[in-house]
């Protein structure tokens, strides 16, 4: 297998550490360990009993039961934990696809979605999302894309960068097309539970058997250090992934599986705070695009905490952010990380006063660029 450069990630690597105030990430403000223990209950006593024995591998009993009972009506066994939704993406195509297979996945996308497909060997047919329709997913242009070699299709939705969503007509209409190919459907849902004037989707998981749905703490649950996710699919399939785990990663920390148990089971209490933040942030960056429309657009996001904005009079964006970070010490994603130069991924889940200030910074960057 060959790995093209993760280029999102490497950002990350030489800038997320290096700036300090983030409007590129795409979660929410992160927890403390302190804070676990506030909005969970969880005590020494608790961590005492830990014995760091082998865990299950598809998760221990404890947090798949949590999971099942918040995502999958109770349906344990079509849960698998895993270690971040990186590791159910990895998995997930590893496992089920070959090379030669056709893939169809949206673009711009988190490139971990594409990427481990093309390592397998998969030919990519890509499902645009353009600017110029304010993003909007065209269900008649995937319908186009799919044949009877496509063996997955892989969406996001609420999607990372650009925040459009589907409706819940069009998510039928989606796993409509899916069963027509008789195609896996991946439903990454990391951002599912923040969306705005909408519900949450519901798992296609409930009615389609080749559905794989995956969920992350990473995003708005604020525990991206964490390192847990899940995998939501029919057990036949959660067994093929295990077969490929068993050469990587085995099974969780049984210490990890227990702190993630407690949240899940106080779920709300860690996203409601930071969604009705986001909330309130989105309409702050709404009134502050409003002001720049002339050197910046955007179309605002249905769900998560991230905009695509796009820079019309920026030449290099890739640039334009180095400096923003290097001598503004605020983090932006480029374009390019999403192979999309001339935009940019601007999160706004953080604390407000952080939000202000960099973007305070970004105007003033952005007059910069002009003179
Ligand atoms: C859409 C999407 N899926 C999956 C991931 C992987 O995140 P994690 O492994 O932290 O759950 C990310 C991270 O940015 C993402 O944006």
Redesign the pocket.
């Known amino acids: 297998m060959y790995f093209e450069e993760a280029r999102l990630e490497s950002w990350m690597r030489d800038f997320y550490f290096d700036t300090d105030l983030d409007i590129g990430s795409?979660g929410v403000h992160p927890y403390s360990f302190a804070d676990v223990r506030r909005l969970t209950g969880l005590n020494g006593t608790d961590l005492d009993a830990v014995t760091f024995g082998d865990s299950w591998t598809l998760g221990g009993p404890g947090i798949r039961h949590e999971l099942a009972d918040r995502f999958t009506s109770g349906r344990a066994e079509r849960v698998m934990v895993t270690h971040?939704?990186?590791?159910a993406?990895f998995l997930s195509m590893t496992a089920l696809l070959r090379p030669g297979d056709e893939v169809v996945v949206l673009d711009p996308v988190?490139q971990?979605?594409a990427g481990v497909a093309a390592a397998v060997g998969c030919t990519l047919r890509r499902w645009r999302l353009s600017f110029a329709d304010e993003f909007r997913p065209d269900l008649a242009a995937l319908r186009a894309l799919v044949t009877v070699r496509t063996a997955m299709i892989v969406v996001?939705f609420p999607h990372?960068p650009t925040g459009v969503s589907l409706s819940p007509e069009q998510q039928r209409e989606l796993v409509t097309i899916a069963e027509g190919a008789g195609a896996y459907l991946v439903w990454?849902a990391?951002f599912a539970e923040i969306t705005y004037g909408r519900e949450p989707l519901p798992d296609p998981g409930g009615w389609y058997a080749r559905a794989l749905t995956?969920g992350?703490f990473?995003?708005v649950y604020g525990l991206?250090g964490l390192?847990v996710?899940w995998c939501l699919a029919r057990p036949e399939t959660l067994e093929r992934l295990a077969g490929v785990r068993d050469y990587v990663s085995l099974h969780l920390s049984p210490l990890i599986e227990l702190i993630a148990e407690r949240v899940v089971r106080n779920g709300d209490r860690f996203v409601a705070p930071r969604r009705d933040l986001a909330t309130r942030n989105r309409a702050l960056l709404a009134q502050w695009m409003a002001e720049h429309a002339a050197d910046v657009q955007w179309v605002p996001p249905d769900g998560g905490v991230t905009a695509f904005v796009r820079f019309p009079h920026v030449g290099d964006g890739a640039e334009f952010c180095r400096r923003l970070a290097t001598k503004h010490r605020v983090l932006l994603v480029p374009g390019e990380c999403f192979g999309h130069p001339g935009f940019a991924r601007l999160g706004f889940g953080g604390p407000r006063a952080n939000l202000v200030e960099a973007l305070d910074h970004l105007a003033g960057h952005l007059g910069e660029a002009h003179s």
Request: hydrophobic residues 20%; charged residues 20%.
């Open positions: 795409s971040g939704s990186s590791e993406i988190y971990q979605l996001n990372n990454d990391a995956f992350t990473s995003k991206p390192r996710g």
